[in-house]
């Protein structure tokens, strides 16, 4: 049996007045016993008690802070200021892993070093405290599909909890996250990563979203932020956005959808060998 | 946050024989639930690798077990069976693992939804050497799932629906007839479906060995139902049912299925895709 490797795992949360949430979030990080963890939560100055839920478990996060901040995005990227690990990750408030998702990443970054990022194509939302369904599936995730609008909010976005990327990928793309959009700061950040690196994709399931009655879910305001981000990557051009919009509208349709195929790259065990096996350039149908 | 469940009792019957490497995993992995009405049944047929002493170890938390000389898995599931009293029942092999919530999901759906006679999961995982559930297969249709990707980990069936089956009284069932006992519940309920991963199977161990029938009962289409949950407005589970057995829509996914293999091959001697 082939030895064990530990990669250091950073993940960081950005907390803010969500203490009836905070608890299980850490749990579920702690709770994996992962030996190489570096858990951060940079807090933005609550007032419900969310601190003394952090200090309970101060023993076993590597650094925490409570200070007014500007918003979620300030608060990730001072978390990535701190943190040192070779895998990076970050898990909002309330979000869930899953507990092996953290087992699952390091065997996979450590068994393919071509990996440099690495998500799951069937997002999970969490119903109650411990009780998973999915929202839907993928077959992968592709760059052509990325720039044609496919993962736009409201169509089905790469969901951000069950997302882990290398740190040298995140140092090449300018590593900070835009703190100046309050909502959907992943999506500029996937821009970025898709200019670098090719997205691997997982079907085992990593982490889900916290569901609750009160929550919107993706309206449509996600999806104008992020429509926005993207059209300002085709400096506006109004035939680059119509052509790539018009190739997402065809592969909506019911039978022209086989004109336009995605090759999308994904990670897979395999059983017969006993280890990680890349798949590449499986056609997909959107 | 859904207040539907009444806790109806759940009877688990685990086999096992000579694998005492996994045994406690599986254990701890119904009994870790701490679900408040579970029978948990242990059939060992004359382990002696120290399978005995880890039974042993739980036997306060065990409804019953046994271990003595049988002919079998088909006989052993069925011994335990007998002995099976709850309102919901499954089988778990030796090496495969539930997940921390599939009591509850199971109990939930059950109890909200009295129409549910068995339910399954579309989402199969696979658990490699270590422990982790890695590979996700499911069939890629919901309605439609493949037999063989009914794994007998995540399947769950009513105590009345089994009771149906004379098959199961009568004679003993072989290793390797799950497709069989699929079927049978299947003349007599509907599938149910729902996309919450409930179990885990190891395939290094009896998977392989164990084929679930003959090739013909594997490739079969079993149509279901889908178990969903209203995320946005009622918040409880629901049920959806498909019916395609009309003429206008087999027409029409016809004509689809004509218009695309004909795109197909357009686009397979168009000269820009040669490249």
Same mark, same amino acid.
């Given at each position: ?34 030996? *190489? $963890? ?6 933005? =100055? ?20 409570? +200070?007014?901040?500007? =918003? ?13 690990? +070779? ?24 068994? $393919?070093? +071509? ?40 169509? =089905? ?44 994709? $997982? ?12 929550? =919107?879910?993706?309206? $449509? ?15 506006? *051009? ?49 | ?5 009444? /806790? ?6 685990? #086999?096992? /024989? ?26 060992? &047929? ?28 088909? @006989? ?20 495969? %693992?539930?997940?921390?919530?599939? !009591? ?33 297969? @499911? ?16 399947? !769950? ?16 069932? #072989? ?37 679930? &029938? #003959? ?13 969903? !949950? ?7 589970? %629901?049920?959806?049912? /498909? ?25 397979? !001697? ?6």
């Amino acid at each position: 049996m082939r030895e064990k490797v530990f990669p250091k795992i950073s993940i960081v949360t950005p907390s803010f007045n969500q203490a009836e949430y905070l608890e299980e979030t850490i749990k579920s990080v702690l709770s994996q016993n992962y030996p *190489n $963890l570096e858990y951060i939560i940079i807090d933005g =100055g609550s007032t419900d008690g969310s601190v003394e839920i952090i200090r309970r478990y101060s023993d076993r996060i590597s650094y925490w802070v409570s +200070e007014p901040d500007k =918003g979620r995005g300030e608060a990730i990227n001072k978390g990535f200021q701190h943190a040192t690990g +070779e895998i990076m990750g970050w898990l909002g408030c309330g979000d869930k892993y899953f507990p092996w998702t953290f087992e699952v990443v390091s065997q996979i970054f450590s068994a $393919l070093p +071509e990996v440099e990022w690495l998500t799951s194509a069937t997002p999970f939302g969490w119903i109650t405290r411990d009780m998973p369904l999915r929202y839907y599936r993928r077959t992968g995730f592709s760059k052509e599909a990325f720039f044609d609008g496919q993962y736009l909010p409201i169509r =089905g976005c790469i969901q951000q909890e069950s997302t882990f990327w290398k740190k040298s990928l995140w140092l090449r793309s300018r590593g900070h996250v835009e703190s100046a959009l309050k909502i959907m700061p992943d999506f500029e950040l996937w821009l970025r990563f898709w200019q670098y690196a090719t997205l691997y994709s $997982l079907w085992s399931p990593l982490a889900g979203l916290r569901h609750h009655p009160s929550q =919107g879910g993706a309206v $449509l305001s996600h999806f104008e932020i992020c429509r926005k981000i993207l059209d300002d990557y085709y400096h506006n *051009n109004i035939f680059s956005i119509f052509y790539h919009e018009t190739r997402y509208r065809i592969s909506r349709l019911p039978v022209l959808k086989n004109l336009i195929r995605y090759r999308y790259s994904a990670v897979k065990y395999d059983f017969g060998e006993g280890k990680w096996a890349i798949v590449k350039s499986l056609k997909s149908r959107s | 946050m859904t207040k539907q469940n009444n /806790f109806p009792k759940i009877s688990i019957v685990t #086999p096992s /024989f000579n694998q005492a490497e996994y045994l406690e995993e599986t254990i701890k992995s119904v009994l870790s639930q701490n679900y408040p009405n579970l029978e948990y049944i242990i059939i060992d &047929g004359g382990s002696t690798d120290g399978s005995v002493e880890i039974i042993r170890r739980y036997s306060d938390r065990i409804s019953y077990w046994v271990s003595e000389p049988d002919k079998g898995r088909g @006989e052993a599931i069925n011994k335990g069976f007998q002995h099976a009293t709850g309102e919901i029942m499954g089988w778990l092999g030796c090496g495969d %693992k539930y997940f921390p919530w599939t !009591f509850e999901v199971v109990s939930q759906i059950f109890s909200a939804l009295p129409e549910v006679k068995w339910l399954t999961s579309d989402i199969k995982m696979m658990l490699n050497k270590e422990g982790s559930p890695c590979f996700l297969d @499911e069939s890629l249709d919901l309605y439609r799932i493949n037999l063989e990707h009914i794994s007998r980990e995540s399947t !769950f069936w009513r105590m009345s629906l089994y009771n149906h089956i004379t098959m199961h009284k009568n004679k003993s069932l #072989p290793n390797g007839e799950t497709a069989e006992f699929w079927l049978e519940l299947l003349k007599l309920a509907r599938l149910n479906n729902v996309s919450t991963p409930l179990g885990g199977s190891r395939p290094a161990l009896a998977r392989h060995k164990e084929s679930s &029938g #003959p090739v013909t009962l594997q490739r079969r289409m079993v149509r279901c139902n889908v178990v969903i !949950f209203d995320w946005w407005e009622e918040y409880k589970w %629901k049920l959806t049912t /498909f019916e395609s057995r009309t003429l206008k829509s087999r027409l029409y996914r016809a004509s689809l299925k004509i218009i695309s293999f004909l795109l197909k091959c357009v686009k397979k !001697f168009s000269p820009r895709s040669q490249s």
